[in-house]
């Protein structure tokens, strides 16, 4: 089996690798090729993987390359996880859009939409390149904003899967508080990407019992503390939010804060700049701590069992991914792309049936699916009017002249990744 990530010479690929290496039973990889064009940073990368292999004793090969037609030919599933423009691009979109008041993040508001428009060419443009070589590959996108990508991938007839961290964490977390095993933790986890509520979480299965009541009350100030939220807003909603609703339901103060503490992109830099020089550590063989506190935690084993359960290798029945809604959600359009529980397998992803979704979901839900429209044709299609409505059309700005403001900034910090500007 061969699988290729793009956008290999990655901080978080020793995360990815150190789950292929762990759970080879369940994705039995012959040949990984690492593509990246950063060569300095893909050779430190490169040099770690293949020792984490070593030690953990997996026959499988790694190839480093900078060649991507090279690099996916042949695989049978190819993983994206890129950054168009670097930790200096992501600086910037959490930097700007507080000049207009708005929050400054890199997948939502603004800053999400600067990224996407950014990152759908680039990936488009991937995707059919992967098409030439081997067209029966899965394309597992785990570049943000996955929702919207995806989306692009799916309409231009790709065979893609978007995959989030999100949900896989919560399940750990659960697993943990209820003392548990992961693997007996169900979640009803809802929305769009980055936009998501968990509803219930089950034991044993889909139809299991739901202890979500008896979680919150038990553990409702550590799950609150987590998602900096007061605790009564959980116990008045009886869900559990994704810690992104806090943009949503806290905006305000969140933009206080930003604007009074270093950005996240700037300690990911410094943070990226010690992983890198760790990884150029001969010695070291495996994932060092300092990993854990760059993001994307439990990537690696949702990775592992997406890539499983798509290849007809193993993995879990039923996995949280982003897909077309496909008439799951009757008040979005069924190639809206949601986030959901789905059945997966050689298929593909298809969502389970979920219960009615309160209006007070629901409606949040419809609002940021008409601004993903627009933010995909403003991606695919260019333009500063576009490029206006998405940002007018977005719950996060929604004012005529924050979006005028936000509009101008946005073109001007990302001209150089923009060929239509």
């Known amino acids: ?59 499988g090969k790694i190839v480093t390359t900078s060649d991507l037609d090279a690099g996916v030919e042949g695989a049978d599933a190819v993983l994206l996880q890129l950054r168009i423009g670097g930790q200096a691009a992501r600086l910037q979109d959490e930097t700007w859009p507080l000049e207009c008041g708005c929050v400054g993040q890199e997948t939502t508001g603004a800053g999400g939409l600067a990224k996407a428009l950014r990152t759908v060419p680039v990936v488009l443009d991937i995707a059919e390149r992967v098409r030439r070589t081997n067209p029966d590959a899965w394309i597992i ?36 508080l209820l003392g548990v095993a992961p693997s007996d933790v169900h979640l009803e986890h809802i929305g769009l990407n980055h936009l998501t509520w968990e509803r219930a979480v089950r034991l044993g299965g889909p139809e299991g019992e739901n202890v979500l009541p008896r979680l919150l009350a038990e553990h409702g100030d550590t799950v609150a503390d987590d998602l900096r939220l007061p ?133 949040l839900m419809a609002h940021v699916t008409a601004y993903e429209d627009l933010a995909l044709e403003a991606a695919l299609r260019g333009g500063r009017d576009r490029v206006f409505k998405a940002l007018l059309g977005h719950p996060l700005v929604g004012q005529y002249e924050y979006a005028e403001g936000l509009t101008d900034r946005l073109i001007a910090h990302n001209r150089e990744h923009l060929a239509w500007a």
């Open 141 to 176: 996108d785990f570049t943000n904003p996955v929702g919207i990508v995806t989306r692009a991938l799916l309409q231009a007839g790709h065979k893609a899967v978007g995959l989030c961290n999100v949900a896989i964490g919560f399940q750990r977390k659960f697993a943990g």
């Open 231 to 363: 605790r009564q807003v959980l116990d008045r909603l009886g869900v559990v939010p994704s810690y992104y609703l806090r943009y949503f339901y806290a905006h305000d103060e969140v933009v206080r804060e930003l604007g009074t503490k270093p950005s996240r992109a700037a300690e990911v830099a410094a943070m990226e700049k010690e992983l890198l020089e760790m990884y150029g550590d001969p010695t070291l063989d495996e994932k060092p701590a300092l990993l854990a506190k760059r993001g994307g935690a439990f990537y690696s084993e949702a990775a592992v069992d997406l890539a499983a359960a798509l290849l007809g290798g193993g993995g879990s029945p039923y996995q949280v991914v982003n897909t077309y809604n496909n008439g799951t959600l009757p008040f979005l359009p069924d190639d809206a792309v949601i986030e959901t529980q789905a059945s997966v397998g050689g298929h593909g992803a298809t969502p389970l049936p979920v219960a009615p979704v309160d209006p007070l979901y629901a409606g």
């Open 1 to 59: 089996m061969k699988l290729t990530v793009v956008g290999g010479g990655s901080t978080y690929t020793p995360e990815l690798i150190d789950g292929f290496a762990r759970l080879r039973d369940t994705l039995p990889i012959t040949e990984l090729v690492l593509v990246d064009p950063a060569a300095d940073r893909l050779d430190l990368v490169g040099g770690l993987a293949r020792r984490i292999f070593a030690k953990q004793d997996h026959p």
